[in-house]
């Protein structure tokens, strides 16, 4: 399985992003996915899981009511929406897929088995 993520860019506070990950793979589909972020100096963080099916979501604490993840399996493509981003959302963007687990996905990075290469997202205050 391969990820390419994209959407990435620099934004003021208040503004919004949409993040896309392009997976390749005959599997790929089943697997759940996730979107981490990781500042320099600092570890990589949960922000948003969807199941394989996409009808279970979860978020941090940090950007719920602020970011939507979805999925369209017939496009192979996970997408993340920022809204209302304020400077503290500045880092690299990673997605990662994980092999199902059912309706369930991991927040820890390390239980995840593909990667995405990461995109910048900078918001300015």
């Known amino acids: 399985v391969q990820l390419q993520a994209s959407g990435g860019g620099l934004v003021q506070a208040g503004g919004s992003l949409r993040l896309s990950c392009v997976t390749s793979?005959?599997?790929?589909?089943?697997?759940?996915m996730g979107w981490f972020r990781q500042v320099p100096g600092k570890v990589r963080e949960f922000v948003a899981g969807?199941?394989?099916?996409?009808?279970?979501?979860y978020y941090a604490d940090s950007v719920e009511g602020r970011f939507t993840i979805s999925r369209d399996n017939a496009e192979n493509t996970v997408h993340l929406q920022m809204n209302n981003l304020k400077p503290e959302d500045t880092a690299v963007y990673y997605c990662?897929?994980?092999?199902?687990?059912?309706?369930?996905?991991?927040?820890?990075?390390?239980?995840?088995?593909?990667w995405g290469q990461g995109t910048l997202v900078t918001v300015s205050s």
């Open positions: 990662a897929a994980v092999r199902s687990a059912g309706g369930w996905v991991p927040k820890i990075p390390s239980a995840y088995d593909y």
């Open positions: 793979g005959r599997t790929s589909r089943t697997y759940g």
């Open positions: 969807i199941s394989w099916s996409g009808s279970s979501t």
